[in-house]
């Protein structure tokens, strides 16, 4: 029997796609929390015409793909109509809101382009609105005659020279990391760049429509990268705002904790305003430079960062009942045993005291124990003389330092 093939605005589908997306992202994160996940195909293209079903890339790397492949097979059924090869496996979930299609693909391989093809598409309109025209051709149509189409037509798409600009511009970002909130873009670890990357590289946060309208762009510039990089981001509209030092510490070394008179409170036990009102108060003349999001904004950017777990990340220290400072400790994002310190801070009357060193290691402790970290990473400015004591008496080393150049729309 001939299986017909009908269409869609996306638009119809743009609220159900959406809940779809989030929730098997956020379980497959569960599973496979060093993967990445995007939605792809056109239910992720605004103005395209849909079938209506949704569908995710799970990337990963080639050493992580068995078991990558194990435990998708656990959870959804294998897609028998597709190829499944050593670099790629199709999975599907038809009892959802929406037909749901997975494709598990290794970095870098000859399959791993379809985030590649759904970004090409928003960036060049004109091309959605062609593949538009060819789906309706096809409305009501046989299913098989269509695919051999759109094969052809996603083939033209990637022997264009548009598409391998923008293939080498997302292999370009795929060096360093990327930290996004909702209203900034942080960009790390540049050290993996050459001079000649460095440079491209602040060309694209120039052109590249997704960057350039985020409100705060910010770029740590690493040591090695000299005046010329400098100069080239301040012509772009960037400003010097500080001097960063990166710190780490293996937490296997981390002792016991000391019988000392510190507890803490997560956001699961007092109320958010309370907690809001502590960490305004450890923000106030801190040495560090200041942030330019607002305590709000930093709280919302903390739920979108660490996603449904971050109340247990939100902990005020308390001494003796005394109020003491902000602890947030969390597992880095795409990572398994990163540990992170989202913030630090005593409030104002408790400095001065040596209680930041007490502190500290009592949420590196934290971060092993209650968290399941390996290592710990922290930064602050160079010129935190007090901070950089601190991750002195806890035993970590300096791995790096860097520029902190923003841009701000």
């Known amino acids: 029997m001939t299986e017909i093939v009908t269409f869609a605005p996306e638009k119809e589908f743009r609220i159900n796609a959406e809940t779809v997306f989030q929730k098997h992202s956020g379980l497959i994160k569960q599973v496979l929390p060093e993967s990445q996940v995007y ?17 995710l890339q799970v990337r990963v790397t080639q050493e992580d793909f068995p078991e990558a492949k194990e435990s998708l097979m656990a959870m959804y059924s294998l897609n028998t109509g597709s190829d499944q090869t050593s670099f790629f496996c199709a999975f599907e979930k038809e009892d959802e809101i929406l037909p749901l299609g997975i494709q598990l693909t290794v970095n870098g391989s000859s399959v791993d382009n379809f985030r590649k093809v759904t970004q090409f598409f928003f960036e060049h309109p004109s091309y959605t609105e062609a593949y538009n025209h060819l789906k309706m051709k096809f409305e009501g149509e046989d299913m098989e005659e269509y695919r051999n189409e759109k094969s052809s037509f996603i083939a033209h798409i990637l022997s264009t020279k548009e598409y391998e600009q923008l293939s080498k511009r997302m292999d370009l970002y795929e060096k360093v990391k990327f930290v996004e909130g909702e209203t900034f873009l942080t960009i790390e670890e540049t050290k993996n760049l050459t001079h000649s990357e460095m440079v491209e590289l602040i ?11 985020v409100k705060n762009v910010i770029v740590l510039v690493n040591s090695k990268f000299n005046s010329e990089i400098e100069a080239l981001l301040e012509n772009n509209g960037f400003e010097l ?3 960063n030092i990166t710190v780490r510490r293996d937490l296997d070394t981390i002792s016991p904790k000391e019988d000392v008179p510190i507890s803490f409170k997560s956001l699961n036990e007092i109320s958010k305003s309370d907690f809001k009102r502590v960490w305004k108060e450890s923000m106030v003349n801190s040495l560090n430079a200041p942030s330019s999001l607002n305590v709000d904004e930093q709280m919302r ?9 971050y109340k247990a990340s939100c902990l005020v220290a308390y001494e003796s009942n005394r109020l003491l400072g902000v602890v947030m400790p969390h597992i880095e994002p795409g990572t398994t045993n990163e ?6 801070g005593l409030v104002r009357s408790e400095r001065g005291k040596g209680k930041s060193k007490q502190l500290h290691k009592q949420a590196l402790d934290i971060l092993k124990n209650d968290f399941d970290a390996a290592y710990y990473i922290g930064s602050t400015g160079k010129d935190n003389i007090p901070m950089l004591k601190t991750f002195q008496n806890s035993g970590c080393t ?11 729309v």
Do not use: M, Q
């Open 39 to 55: 939605h792809v195909g056109s239910t992720g293209v605004i103005g395209s015409l849909t079938k209506g079903d949704v569908d």
């Open 203 to 213: 060309g694209h946060l120039r052109i590249d429509p997704s960057i350039r309208s």
């Open 241 to 243: 705002r500080a001097d």
């Open 301 to 309: 950017s903390v739920e979108v960062e660490l996603g449904s777990t």
């Open 339 to 344: 540990g992170r310190l989202f913030y630090f």
């Open 398 to 408: 300096i791995v790096e330092s860097n520029k902190v150049y923003k841009r701000e």
